[in-house]
Every structure is written in structure tokens, then in C-alpha cells.
């Protein structure tokens, strides 16, 4: 397992835009559609099913939203290039 680097705060402001933008209700969670709509987005090739277990996985509280804690550490391992 690879250590993380450390974000600085410019670096968490990107990631926010990006949580900001597919939070289209502003209520501060991604929710299941708006994941869905992410993922067509940023990885076209994902199967429907495997979505929700995605879903899922990033949501570590399992209240059925991504907050942005989960949103950032998801992000830090599947996306961010740093």
C-alpha cells in the first residue's frame, strides 16, 4: 500500500469544486443519482452494475450519502494525481 501525499489546501478547494458540482441539491451529500451522473462523467465505461456497490463502498458511514470526507478519500485513491 502507497502512503498518501498530504493535500495542502488549494488542492482540497479543487476536490471541493468538483463534490460541489455533482451536489446539485447544495444539501452538502451526494446522493445515489448524482453518483450515478458522476460516474457517467468521469468513467463512461462503468457498468450500471456496478455502481451501486461502488456506491457503496465509498459510503464508510452507510447513511446512503457521500459526504465530503468520503468523497475525498475516494477521490484521493481513484482519481487525484498528485
Known amino acids: 500500500m502507497t502512503e498518501k501525499t498530504p493535500l495542502?489546501?488549494?488542492?482540497?478547494?479543487?476536490?471541493?469544486k468538483e463534490f460541489d458540482f455533482f451536489d446539485h441539491d447544495k444539501n452538502g451529500q451526494i446522493d445515489l443519482p448524482e453518483f450515478i451522473e458522476l460516474l457517467t462523467i468521469l468513467s463512461p465505461k462503468t457498468k450500471a452494475s456496478h455502481v451501486q456497490?461502488?456506491?457503496?463502498?465509498?459510503?464508510?458511514?452507510?447513511?446512503?450519502?457521500?459526504?465530503?470526507?468520503e468523497f475525498l478519500e475516494w477521490w484521493q485513491e481513484a482519481w487525484w494525481e498528485y
Open 8 to 16: 495542502d489546501e488549494s488542492k482540497i478547494a479543487e476536490i471541493r
Open 53 to 69: 456497490e461502488g456506491f457503496s463502498l465509498i459510503d464508510g458511514n452507510n447513511d446512503g450519502f457521500i459526504d465530503f470526507e
